[in-house]
């Protein structure tokens, strides 16, 4: 059995035999096949101009919908899903193995994974009504990924008439040769059929192209070094899918038993014998499934997959057939993208981060994270102050409800401050009202931390002359309490301070702490009103201790943790900025909404290893980063964008970028 197209090509060629030598014989070849396979002579010149699909009813199986082919008996069951992992190429193959023997698919039933666009879906096909097996499924596919259920698609259009005078054309023969008639009824009759049982594809699933290659590579080291390449140049389509189903082991023992019974002295048994030799010595070596496997996409690829538009692959996407499909084993399936570039699903506002290794946009949604902070890391000179801003720029004029504050020890944000008209308060000249925090058990705590204060005498004023004697290093007599709220986005710049690392530390904290106690004791809000921004939060880490559990701890860090680590139920979301994953505690880190590690050295990414996790290719891709300096200089890339590079995590699930952040020039320009 071969895939649809000989089935056509040779229902042309025995029509035109029968024109060409009418015999009695040729006459009968011609009906035979058109009786057997002018429905898909027909759908095949049909599809060329508008691809069509089976059409499907709605059907409940217990508390699931499923697209119902009546014509075929098959279910459709559909979900939109999220990988809950983000792993890529031949790293991928032990998770798709896991997942494939888990599902412990029937040879008629066939799962396949969609990517259109920005969206992915899951489909289980079957045959058997069964509700208990499609949640069995279900449960299965929930390790991997987050579902939401009960899809509904398919086309209303039903294929237009002209398909009949297509069917009829053979009748012109007629005057020739009498048999055509016979044949032109027999089409017209396939056109009736294709008429009740297609729809137009609308624009939903179609997909253009499908993989042509029977047989790939058997292999395990074609396997390495063609997975995480056909992977890449898969994620780069705009459209996708695979499908999937076991291979019945009959079948597999089939192709063995016919090898080495045939007779050795031909050349070609020599060949299949080494090749299932090889192929069962991967089987046993990897843990291997046979399986058939079928590639979607929308447009060619030249890969060992070898995808070709083809006007059928619609139609075969939703025919699901062993014999049509590539045979393949479970591992083969990590040449598909599957688990890469999850997201998390909602629909809450998206802040566009930069774009992954294979130019599609990365968005962070910023509603739906966990927790209310995140970390950005990165050694000096690789973006993190530059990109911090981009994105900052970018938050607010996307969306106008949003309030950014920034805490900025290097001045690194009054550009940013001019282009969002943001107001800039230069510190210690002003500070945050802390009058309004008399007896804040916080600020005395903090006070006390900097020793300018005394245990139990947190009466008024003693903030007050506390502020005061720091704000004398900068040469302010008097610092005042600038009006903070309601006055839009605002930048503290520290730049007064920075020969006093104390007395920047000191201010820093005092800062943050004033918007945390402010935010913590407002009422529940479930949308981030304000991004609150501390670049170098090593200066928080001032007279911080290890407490018994190992945690490293002080007065402002507490309130990050009750704050941001209890919930994202407050309005804000913290953005915390530090050269070494050192200089942030790691809890901080580990439980952080999104985490933008930049590249750097090896000595730089030591800890960032150990507390993200990365693995070898995050950890290469690191290494191989530029400065944005480097982004733009160079006569080759002249007049090109400057650019940041970093590993992307994304909380609650192992999401992982490599991402490529356009900066934002006027950003520098302006200083
Ligand atoms: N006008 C400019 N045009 C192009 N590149 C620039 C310009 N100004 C600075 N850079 C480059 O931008 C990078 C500095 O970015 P940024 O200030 O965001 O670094 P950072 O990671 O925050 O460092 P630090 O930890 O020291 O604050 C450096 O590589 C610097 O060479
Ligand atoms: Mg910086």
Avoid: C
């Amino acid at each position: 059995m071969r895939r649809p197209h000989i089935y056509i090509y040779a229902t042309l060629f025995a029509l035109a035999a029968a024109l060409l030598a009418p015999h009695p014989l040729t006459a009968a070849l011609a009906v035979a096949a058109t009786a057997l396979w002018g429905e898909w002579l027909l759908l095949w010149i049909y599809s060329m101009r508008w691809p069509l699909e089976p059409h499907r009813e709605k059907a409940r199986i217990g508390g699931y919908l499923a697209a119902y082919d009546p014509r075929r008996k098959v279910y459709h069951i559909l979900w939109k899903a999220e990988p809950t992992r983000s792993e890529f190429g031949i790293a991928a193959a032990q998770t798709i193995h896991e997942m494939f023997a888990s599902l412990a698919l029937n040879p008629s039933e066939y799962i396949a994974v969609v990517q259109q666009e920005k969206d992915r879906y899951i489909r289980f096909s079957t045959k058997i009504p069964d509700e208990s097996r499609i949640s069995h499924v279900e449960s299965v596919l929930r390790t991997y990924f987050v579902l939401q259920g009960d899809l509904w698609v398919s086309g209303k259009i039903k294929p237009r008439r002209w398909i009949y005078y297509a069917a009829a054309a053979p009748l012109l023969f007629g005057l020739f040769n009498p048999v055509f008639l016979l044949i032109a009824a027999l089409l017209i009759y396939h056109a009736h059929n294709i008429r009740k049982w297609y729809r137009e594809a609308e624009l939903f699933f179609s997909f253009e192209a499908v993989s042509t290659k029977r047989d790939i590579g058997t292999s395990r080291q074609s396997l390495e070094t063609f997975a995480g390449a056909e992977a890449a140049a898969i994620a780069k389509m705009e459209k996708w899918a695979v499908v999937f189903t076991p291979r019945p082991e009959a079948a597999v023992e089939k192709e063995f038993g016919k090898a080495y019974e045939s007779p050795v002295e031909k050349r070609g048994v020599v060949v299949k014998l080494h090749k299932t030799s090889q192929l069962l010595e991967r089987m046993l070596k990897h843990d291997e499934r046979p399986i058939y496997m079928q590639v979607f996409g929308s447009q060619d690829l030249a890969t060992q997959l070898e995808i070709r538009i083809d006007p059928l692959a619609n139609v075969l996407f939703w025919v699901p057939k062993g014999a049509y499909m590539t045979k393949a084993l479970s591992h083969d399936l990590a040449r598909i993208p599957i688990f890469y570039g999850g997201k998390l699903m909602s629909s809450g506002r998206k802040l566009f981060v930069g774009y992954d290794r294979f130019s599609r946009p990365v968005e962070i949604d910023i509603d739906s994270m966990p927790t209310s902070h995140s970390v950005i890391l990165g050694p000096s000179g690789m973006g993190k102050s530059w990109a911090a801003a981009t994105l900052l720029k970018r938050l607010v004029e996307s969306h106008e409800d949003l309030k950014i504050v920034v805490i900025d020890p290097h001045g690194d944000y009054v550009p940013l401050a001019k282009l969002v008209g943001a107001r800039v308060f230069e510190v210690p000249k002003y500070i945050p009202p802390i009058s309004q925090l008399k007896n804040n058990r916080y600020l005395h705590m903090l006070l006390m931390e900097f020793g300018l204060a005394q245990p139990g005498a947190d009466g008024a004023g003693e903030a007050e002359a506390a502020v005061k004697a720091m704000a004398k290093v900068a040469g302010v007599e008097l610092p005042h309490e600038a009006h903070v709220t309601g006055v839009g986005h605002i930048v503290w710049d520290l730049r007064p301070l920075k020969h006093d690392a104390a007395a920047q530390a000191f201010f820093v904290s005092l800062i943050l702490l004033w918007y945390l106690t402010q935010w913590g004791a407002r009422p529940h809000a479930e949308k981030v009103e304000t991004a609150i921004v501390v670049d170098e939060a090593a200066l928080l880490l001032h007279s911080a201790k290890i407490t018994e559990t190992g945690l490293v701890t002080n007065t402002v860090l507490t309130l990050i943790r009750q704050l941001s680590m209890g919930g994202r139920k407050y309005g804000f979301a913290l953005w915390i900025i530090a050269q070494l994953a050192r200089h942030v505690p790691e809890d901080i880190v580990e439980n952080a909404g999104f985490v933008l590690q930049l590249g750097g050295t090896t000595r730089a990414l030591k800890k960032s290893l150990e507390v993200l996790a990365l693995d070898r290719y995050d950890y290469e891709y690191l290494r191989s980063a530029t400065t944005p300096r480097e982004t733009v200089g160079g006569a080759a890339s002249a007049g090109s964008r400057p650019y940041a590079m970093g590993v992307l995590y994304l909380s609650p699930r192992d999401l992982k970028y490599h991402v490529k952040i356009p900066l934002e020039p006027l950003l520098k320009e302006a200083v």
